[in-house]
């Protein structure tokens, strides 16, 4: 079981942070972004093995529900699409959109979504 702990950080970067503590035990590498996080999820590296069965409990997960919320979110498209490339500006506008007009995923949807798209991991929102 790996417990990610939503009083331990307050945005993505402190996410990233803290499942990299948590999923990235002794191992130099960190996630810093949201495929890199897609990645640890599939194991051979850091806490658990491939195609390990893995339970993640997410404690004060309706902290993080909020501090990765609509602002935040809002906030991550406009900084990519001022960056401009590497990102698809186009795609992240329309994302962008959805999110102002109701039918967009929060960050915090989109790491759930991340995570449940792996079968042999079991989330716990707590």
Do not use: C
């Amino acid at each position: 079981m790996a417990v990610i702990n939503g009083s331990h950080f307050s945005n993505l970067e402190g996410f990233y942070e803290e499942v990299s503590n948590v999923l990235m035990k002794d191992v130099e590498w960190k996630v810093g972004t949201l495929d890199g996080f897609d990645d640890i999820l599939y194991g051979g590296f850091g806490v658990f093995e491939n195609n390990e069965e893995l339970e993640i409990v997410w404690k004060d997960s309706q902290k993080s529900k909020e501090d990765l919320g609509f602002d935040l979110t809002k906030e991550f498209y406009v900084n990519k699409i001022r960056q401009g490339k590497p990102f698809n500006v186009k795609l992240i506008q329309q994302k962008l959109d959805e999110l102002i007009g109701g039918n967009g995923q929060t960050l915090f949807e989109i790491l759930i979504e991340i995570i449940e798209s792996h079968k042999k991991i079991t989330i716990i929102l707590n």
